[in-house]
C-alpha cells in the first residue's frame, strides 16, 4: 500500500475503473487557473467510500503532488503527517520525493514558487471533516485463543462479561512471557459483523505497561486485513472508535518481543452510523 503522493501517481494507484482518485492539474500554466474539490484518504477509496464525481485522492499540478494522510483502517497507525494534506516535490516516475508542506486548518496555504514557471501555485485547505460512526450494542459471540497460557488464565477470560481487572477476580489472561515471543490474543466472532468501536480493559491491579503498543489487527470473513492500529500508551480502558464501520470476523491483539500479554476484557460494538467519508475540502 502506498500513501506518497509522488509514487501513488505514477504507479497508478487508486485509478481503478468508475473510481478514478486523480486529478490532473499539470496543464495550469497561466496565473489565474484554479481548481476545487474534495479529498479522501485512502482507507475511504479503498472500502467504497467514494464518488468519482466528488472525490480525489492524489492531486497533480505544475511540480506539486497532493494526498490526505487520513489516520484511519489501513492507515489508522501512521506517525508521521497524521490528518494532515501533504505536498511533495518529484520530477519524474523515477524521482525523489520532497516533503515540502503539511496543511490542516490551523497551517492552511502554502505557496510554491519555482524557476521553472512565471507564476506561484498556492494550495490552502478550507476544511477537515471527521463524521462520526455512532455506535450501537454490543457483539456477543465467539471464541477466543492465545499464544500460550500460564497460571491458568485462559483466553476466554477476556470475553467473560467479567468485568474484574485484578488476578485475585480470575478473569484476567495470561500469556507465558519469556517462553513466548510476539504473544497475541484472538477472538474468532461466530459470525462476520459491522464493527465501529473496540473496548479494550486492562489489567488493573498491577503491570499495566504490559499493553504499551500493543496492536489491534482486525480481519474479514477471507482473512484479509481491514484496519490496525498501535494502540500506543496503555490505559485502564482504552477505548478504540475506528472511524468507520468495518466487516469483521476476526480480531487480533499482540505484543512485540519476549512479553506477557494480559487482559481482562474485550469488547466489539456494532457500527450503527454506516460508513461515511471524511473528505478535506480544498479551495
Same mark, same amino acid.
Given at each position: 500500500?502506498?500513501?506518497?503522493?509522488?509514487?501513488?501517481?505514477?504507479?497508478?494507484?487508486?485509478?481503478?475503473?468508475?473510481?478514478?482518485?486523480? %486529478?490532473?492539474?499539470?496543464?495550469?500554466?497561466?496565473?489565474?487557473?484554479?481548481?476545487?474539490?474534495?479529498?479522501?484518504?485512502?482507507?475511504?477509496?479503498?472500502?467504497? !467510500?467514494?464518488?468519482?464525481?466528488?472525490?480525489?485522492?492524489?492531486?497533480?499540478?505544475?511540480?506539486?503532488?497532493?494526498?490526505?494522510?487520513?489516520?484511519?483502517?489501513?492507515?489508522?497507525?501512521?506517525?508521521?503527517?497524521?490528518?494532515?494534506?501533504?505536498?511533495?516535490?518529484?520530477?519524474?516516475?523515477?524521482?525523489? /520525493?520532497?516533503?515540502?508542506?503539511?496543511?490542516? #486548518?490551523?497551517?492552511?496555504?502554502?505557496?510554491?514558487?519555482?524557476?521553472?514557471?512565471?507564476?506561484?501555485?498556492?494550495?490552502?485547505?478550507?476544511?477537515?471533516?471527521?463524521?462520526? !460512526?455512532?455506535?450501537?450494542? %454490543?457483539?456477543?459471540?465467539?471464541?477466543?485463543?492465545?499464544?500460550?497460557?500460564?497460571?491458568?488464565?485462559?483466553?476466554?477470560?477476556?470475553?467473560?462479561?467479567?468485568?474484574?481487572?485484578?488476578?485475585?477476580?480470575?478473569?484476567?489472561?495470561?500469556? #507465558?512471557?519469556?517462553?513466548?515471543?510476539?504473544?497475541?490474543?484472538?477472538?474468532?466472532?461466530?459470525?462476520? #459483523?459491522?464493527?465501529?468501536?473496540?473496548?479494550?480493559?486492562?489489567? +488493573?491491579?498491577?503491570?499495566?505497561?504490559?499493553?504499551?503498543?500493543?496492536?489491534?489487527?482486525?480481519?474479514?470473513?477471507? +482473512?484479509?486485513?481491514?484496519?490496525?492500529?498501535?494502540?500506543?500508551?496503555? #490505559?485502564?480502558?482504552?477505548?478504540?472508535?475506528?472511524? /468507520?464501520?468495518?466487516?469483521?470476523?476476526?480480531?487480533?491483539?499482540?505484543? %512485540?518481543?519476549?512479553?506477557?500479554?494480559?487482559?481482562?476484557?474485550?469488547?466489539?460494538?456494532?457500527? !450503527?452510523?454506516?460508513? /461515511? /467519508?471524511?473528505?478535506?475540502?480544498?479551495?
Amino acid at each position: 500500500m502506498c500513501f506518497n503522493a509522488g509514487k501513488s501517481w505514477y504507479t497508478g494507484w487508486y485509478t481503478e475503473p468508475g473510481k478514478d482518485g486523480h %486529478q490532473d492539474l499539470n496543464y495550469f500554466d497561466t496565473p489565474g487557473q484554479w481548481w476545487k474539490g474534495k479529498l479522501v484518504g485512502i482507507d475511504d477509496y479503498l472500502n467504497n !467510500i467514494f464518488d468519482e464525481n466528488e472525490h480525489r485522492v492524489v492531486t497533480r499540478t505544475p511540480g506539486l503532488f497532493m494526498m490526505f494522510n487520513r489516520a484511519k483502517g489501513v492507515n489508522a497507525g501512521v506517525k508521521a503527517y497524521r490528518n494532515q494534506v501533504v505536498v511533495v516535490q518529484q520530477w519524474n516516475k523515477s524521482g525523489r /520525493s520532497n516533503v515540502l508542506a503539511t496543511l490542516d #486548518e490551523e497551517t492552511s496555504s502554502f505557496t510554491y514558487s519555482s524557476q521553472h514557471y512565471d507564476f506561484d501555485v498556492i494550495v490552502k485547505v478550507c476544511e477537515i471533516a471527521y463524521p462520526p !460512526i455512532i455506535t450501537g450494542p %454490543q457483539i456477543i459471540g465467539g471464541t477466543a485463543s492465545q499464544s500460550s497460557t500460564s497460571h491458568g488464565a485462559e483466553a476466554s477470560r477476556a470475553i467473560d462479561s467479567n468485568l474484574d481487572n485484578t488476578w485475585a477476580g480470575n478473569s484476567v489472561t495470561h500469556t #507465558e512471557g519469556d517462553d513466548d515471543f510476539d504473544p497475541w490474543w484472538k477472538l474468532v466472532l461466530d459470525s462476520e #459483523e459491522v464493527v465501529g468501536h473496540i473496548r479494550v480493559y486492562n489489567r +488493573g491491579d498491577c503491570c499495566g505497561d504490559r499493553l504499551n503498543n500493543a496492536f489491534i489487527e482486525l480481519f474479514d470473513d477471507s +482473512g484479509t486485513s481491514v484496519f490496525s492500529i498501535n494502540m500506543g500508551t496503555a #490505559e485502564t480502558v482504552k477505548e478504540v472508535f475506528l472511524g /468507520s464501520a468495518y466487516n469483521v470476523k476476526e480480531v487480533v491483539i499482540r505484543l %512485540q518481543g519476549n512479553k506477557v500479554l494480559s487482559l481482562a476484557e474485550v469488547q466489539l460494538f456494532v457500527a !450503527i452510523g454506516g460508513p /461515511s /467519508s471524511s473528505p478535506t475540502r480544498l479551495c
